[in-house]
């Protein structure tokens, strides 16, 4: 407790968030609500002096956009492949290194570089790496081989190159690329949560377990599952959270088009469809669009805490 | 099932790579625990009883020697495979089960024609769990349970797969004095009724003494002396032994044979048949009979009286030991404000040492 006679003191820590988180959060909170209300609110209209009737215009109109159901599909999709999958690879993972000696340093600092490198850029070597052979971008007669090398090591193997990325690729191959992609940036984050978590579990459980015969993959499900189960709640929240929230891994790899040359904005996200509207001047839209995915991300974690009601335990 | 181990040996590699070296941990023990006694290995810390403890477990590999269970080599068996119980000083319940998952755990690990059906598995949970006097609880979790009554799910869990050896790592150090005193009853107990050759691990002389069959006194890897408590209380080998056993603690005097007699200081004690030499002098507190003319005579400190005794405070130029403590019959008549006091001294209660080996010397 600080002394009431001390409480300025208090006041003049708490003044830097006091002032800002008004102005920048909480302010710009409500005036999405506002806006997302307004039907048609264009943001250079209102400075023009126009108003705008209160309703719910927007939200029916994004709601019927096809535009919108295709970016809610590839999100929800997104979401659904690689949450499980990282999370389940991060465990994985984690308890590996957990349980080696040497190189462990080495190896945790391997693990966590994608967390550091910027995702655009890594984006577009996963671009790189998934182009198609063949492709040419030289010149009218020339073939040249790019260095597509996912393709390469398919064709080593005897397989048939596939067009993950490229004009005339498919929606799967498009989809694997991102959850390729998603998985492999989301791990290190997690990694590093899990591995905390392991690194906290007192080892006589192990050894109990061991006096008692306990095979591996028993300990492995009764006891370090358990034992993890509020990080792995925190990691699978948290997860769901950033997947809702995906658009920057899309434009690392499919550019500002969201998506395969022909076909242009295929993979587009909630996200992106809340900038796009921004873009073209569609504020209420995109306020609404927004408004939609913070109910999204609410119900579904909220879900989540009650699927882990039972399972998580804390200690 | 006896145990018997036989030169077993422990070295772990020094923690200071640099320095190099080793660390000898356990020091060639030789010694054969019957069947169904209870053994208290018994030492300050550091002295190697722990890492003894899990070598019979099997949690620690053996560096050279040998452990049998009964007539079976089990050396180099692992854990799960020399059907030990262990119960850790932390106890290392699992928190997110309940005390009847707890206990099941073993079981549920036991494979082919083992294998217990659910029921069965249950029913020897509560068996496990009535033996222990927890058979209200088992729907708890351990978090919700007192210290005493973890210490029963963690007894409890390590009985109920029927362990040919029973192992407890400290399993009064958490447990407050009270509850201490009830428990080790109650470990007592528990091993009548299985006849469980069981081993404990204790710092605590007086925990080993009382319920203990037989115990082993340990200082730095090296085993002191084997025997019953009262036999170790009453015929230390060493000087060591002599002060570890006992409250309140022997105390210790610079002495010197001279022309066969003993001398604490200038009085000289008692006749003794040995060479002249310096020696330590061991006398137990209860060793002191009050005697206005007696042999030794000592600087009076203080009277502590106790109910049942009187506790006698003294110093003497000759005591290794800033004081002296006698325990007294209460009935005595004890001149408080006197300066000296003098003691006779029961034979059976003194001890020489070699002063510099501090070895026993018989007389």
């Avoid at chain 1, 791990?187 to 949560?193: A, V």
């Avoid at chain 1, 769901?240 to 295929?266: C, H, L, N, Q, W």
């Avoid at chain 2, 923690?15 to 209870?38: C, Q, T």
Wanted: glycine fraction near 8%; aromatic fraction near 10%.
């Amino acid at each position: 407790m600080v002394d009431s006679k001390q409480q300025w003191k208090a006041w003049i820590y708490l003044a830097p968030a006091i002032i800002l988180l008004p102005v920048f959060t909480v302010w710009p909170i409500i005036s999405t609500v506002r806006m997302a209300f307004l039907n048609g609110y264009k943001g250079l209209e209102a400075v023009g002096g126009a108003t705008f009737n209160f309703g719910i215009e927007n939200f029916t109109k994004v709601v019927k956009y096809k535009k919108f159901t295709q970016c809610l599909k590839n999100t929800i999709l997104l979401c659904v492949l690689t949450v499980p999958i990282s999370t389940f690879l991060a465990l994985i993972i984690a308890v590996c290194l957990n349980s080696i000696k040497v190189f462990q340093k080495a190896l945790q600092t391997i693990f966590f570089l994608p967390y550091v490198t910027n995702s655009i850029a890594i984006g577009m070597v996963f671009a790189a790496m998934f182009n198609i052979v063949g492709s040419f971008l030289g010149t009218s007669n020339e073939l040249v081989q790019t260095a597509g090398i996912i393709n390469n090591v398919i064709m080593f193997f005897g397989g048939e190159k596939i067009n993950w990325i490229n004009a005339g690729s498919s929606y799967v191959a498009n989809m694997t690329v991102m959850t390729v992609y998603i998985v492999w940036n989301a791990l290190p984050f997690k990694i590093l949560i899990l591995l905390g978590g392991l690194q906290s579990i007192n080892k006589q459980y192990y050894d109990a377990a061991k006096v008692d015969g306990t095979r591996r993959i028993r300990v492995f499900w009764r006891i370090t599952v358990p034992l993890l189960s509020p990080m792995l709640a925190y990691v699978i929240i948290t997860g769901f959270i950033g997947g809702f929230k995906e658009y920057t891994s899309i434009v690392g790899i499919f550019g500002e088009k969201m998506g395969p040359a022909d076909d242009s904005k295929r993979l587009n996200t909630m996200v992106g469809f809340i900038y796009d509207s921004l873009s073209t001047n569609n504020q209420g839209r995109a306020s609404a669009a927004a408004l939609i995915l913070f109910g999204i991300i609410l119900i579904v974690t909220l879900i989540n805490l009650y699927v882990g009601k039972k399972r998580v335990h804390y200690a | 099932m006896k145990v018997v181990l036989e030169n077993v040996t422990k070295i772990f590699p020094s923690r200071d790579k640099k320095a190099g070296g080793e660390v000898v941990a356990v020091n060639n023990f030789n010694f054969e625990i019957p069947d169904g006694k209870l053994i208290g290995l018994l030492g300050p810390s550091g002295c190697g009883k722990s890492t003894t403890l899990y070598m019979i477990s099997g949690l620690q590999k053996l560096s050279s020697g040998h452990i049998y269970f009964g007539e079976e080599d089990v050396s180099d068996l692992s854990p799960e495979n020399r059907g030990v119980g262990l119960v850790f000083q932390n106890y290392a319940l699992y928190p997110h089960m309940t005390v009847k998952q707890n206990i099941m755990f073993p079981l549920e690990n036991l494979k082919g024609s083992d294998k217990l059906s659910k029921e069965e598995r249950i029913e020897r949970a509560r068996e496990a769990a009535r033996l222990v006097q927890i058979d209200e609880l088992l729907e708890r979790k351990p978090s919700e349970l007192s210290g005493g009554q973890q210490q029963r799910v963690a007894i409890a869990r390590a009985l109920v797969k029927m362990p040919k050896v029973l192992l407890l790592d400290e399993p009064l150090s958490n447990l407050d004095a009270r509850l201490r005193l009830q428990t080790r009853e109650e470990i007592r107990r528990i091993q009548r009724e299985t006849k469980i050759t069981t081993v404990f691990v204790t710092h605590d002389q007086e925990e080993a003494m009382s319920i203990s069959d037989m115990i082993v006194v340990m200082k730095l890897g090296v085993i002191q002396q084997i025997g019953a408590p009262q036999d170790v209380y009453d015929n230390p080998t060493n000087l060591f032994v002599a002060k570890f056993l006992g409250t309140p603690p022997i105390n210790v005097f610079n002495g010197e044979v001279k022309n066969g007699k003993l001398y604490i200081g200038k009085d000289a004690v008692m006749d003794v048949k040995l060479e002249d030499k310096k020696v330590f002098v061991g006398i137990r507190p209860e060793g002191f009979i009050l005697n206005p003319n007696g042999v030794l005579t000592n600087d009076l400190l203080s009277v502590e009286v106790m109910g049942r005794d009187v506790s006698i405070v003294s110093s003497n130029p000759a005591s290794a030991n800033p004081t002296i403590r006698s325990i007294i019959d209460a009935d005595s008549k004890i001149d408080r404000d006197a300066k000296t006091i003098s003691f006779d001294i029961k034979p059976n209660k003194i001890f020489l040492f070699d002063a510099e080996t501090e070895e026993r010397i018989y007389f």
